[in-house]
Structures are given as structure tokens and as C-alpha cells.
């Protein structure tokens, strides 16, 4: 990664993320917002923002332009309109980067592929209808992780032969709240906040086997280290590869 993340940066990442406002950063620094900042240019974040958008989206996006835009040279934002079908393709296709536990939206490039190289296999079959699970608690800022190589993930599958998809969800009432929202979208049915915040729940829901443990592992522990990929346009969280080789050997 060439950018030099600082605390502002995060601020206005996270405050992205938070608000579901959809954002590339330029990590390669090339053509003509380089000279914006000549002599240390990889200490400014360039945001692209996606366009065409909704007036709510407006509306999110003006707050954040309020909040970060006359912060001095440390953040660039470009909302042109001109690049709203470009930046649908590159959104499709970006780069997700998990930085200290915060989750980053880059456009793809060759030099951060690379570095992105700790998982490059995976196993469980994330099929259309586990997309739309996944979509439902990205949208509500759940904490998930997807536990790839799992015993049930692999084997076991229902009529239609798609494979068991795994997800331990952080077990706080917080998050159990979101995980209720997101599971209400695409279920239906779903738990309550009191079993979802339970440490030792497990529950099957089509193809989809929900859990709050794993092992012996401690889930804010690992979440910090987690691997995301983009699968089809969707950011997906895994458990680390080296998290599962732990949990394995106990």
C-alpha cells in the first residue's frame, strides 16, 4: 500500500463505512491529482465517490463533504459526474483492504493485489442466495466472519446441492441487533437479540449455519486480523487463515 493512513484518514474511512457510502481510494497516485500534494503525495487521500446517486445518497454525501472537505490538504474527494459509469465497473471489480480492523475500498491495482495475497482459496461456496445474506449484514454493519474449510461447510449440502455457508457473528447485543435486522431482510424469521447475543448459539437457516463461538477463539480478537475479499462486487469477511489453523488444533 503506498498511502500513509493517519488518524484523519481513518476518521473519514470509517465515517464511509458507517454511513454505507460507497468510496474507491486511489492508491497509485498517477495523472493529474498527483501534483495536489508534490513533495509527499501518498499522505493524501484520494477519494473517488460513486455518481449517479439517490438524494438520500446526496444527502450522506453532503455530510461528509461538510465534515472532511476543508480539513487542509490531507484528503482529495472527486464526485464528477462524468466518472459515475467508470466507477461503477471499477466499484465491481475494487480492491478490499482490511487495515488495522478497518475495512478499506481501493481501485483495483496489480501492487495491492499482491499484498492482498493471504487468502487466495476458497472453499465454501458462496452462492447467490449466501450473497444475499451477506449483502443484508454489510448494509447493517454486522460483525461476521465466514469460516472457510469448516467440517459442515464442505460435506453436507440440501436438495439443490449448494454447499453450507458458515458465519460466526460477534455475539454482543450491539451487533446482535444488526445481525437481527439483516437476518429479518432475507429470513424473515428471525431470532431474537437475547439468542443472538448468547455465546453458545447455533442455528441452520436454509443453507446458511449461524453461530456465536468458534472453538476456543475470542471473536474481537480475530476480527482485528480478518481477510476480505470482493466475490462477485461483494466484500466477504473470512476468518485468517492462521485463525483457523489455531482453532483446528484445539
Not at 486480523?225 to 483446528?248: E, K, T, Y
Request: aromatic content about 12%; hydrophobic content about 35%.
Amino acid at each position: 500500500m503506498n498511502l500513509q493512513i493517519n488518524d484523519l484518514h481513518k476518521a473519514c474511512i470509517q465515517f464511509m463505512n458507517q454511513e454505507n457510502i460507497r468510496y474507491l481510494i486511489d492508491d497509485d497516485y498517477q495523472g493529474k491529482f498527483r501534483y495536489f500534494n508534490e513533495n509527499a503525495p501518498t499522505t493524501v487521500l484520494q477519494v473517488w465517490l460513486e455518481y449517479p446517486r439517490s438524494l438520500g445518497e446526496q444527502r450522506l454525501i453532503n455530510k461528509l463533504l461538510k465534515e472532511f472537505k476543508n480539513t487542509g490538504d490531507g484528503i482529495f474527494f472527486n464526485d464528477s459526474e462524468p466518472y459515475g459509469q467508470w466507477f461503477q465497473e471499477a466499484y465491481y471489480q475494487r480492491n478490499i483492504v482490511n487495515y488495522e480492523g478497518l475495512t478499506m475500498h481501493f481501485i483495483k491495482s496489480a501492487s495491492l493485489a499482491k499484498q492482498l495475497a493471504v487468502k487466495t482459496e476458497i472453499l465454501v461456496d458462496v452462492s447467490h442466495k449466501h450473497r444475499l445474506v451477506i449483502a443484508a449484514l454489510n448494509l447493517h454493519n454486522a460483525e461476521y466472519l465466514v469460516i472457510d474449510q469448516y467440517p459442515i461447510a464442505n460435506p453436507i449440502s440440501d436438495s439443490t446441492g449448494s454447499k453450507y455457508m458458515v458465519l460466526w457473528l460477534n455475539p454482543t447485543r450491539e451487533n446482535a441487533s444488526q445481525v437481527r435486522k439483516a437476518n429479518q431482510k432475507v429470513t424473515g424469521n428471525p431470532p431474537s437479540i437475547n439468542e443472538m447475543s448468547r455465546t453458545n448459539r447455533r442455528f441452520v437457516q436454509g443453507t446458511t449455519y449461524w453461530s456465536t463461538f468458534y472453538g476456543n477463539l475470542t471473536f474481537s480478537e480475530v476480527y482485528q486480523r480478518r481477510c476480505i475479499l470482493n466475490i462477485d462486487g461483494q466484500a466477504v469477511h473470512f476468518l485468517h487463515p492462521d485463525d483457523l489453523v489455531v482453532a483446528s488444533e484445539h
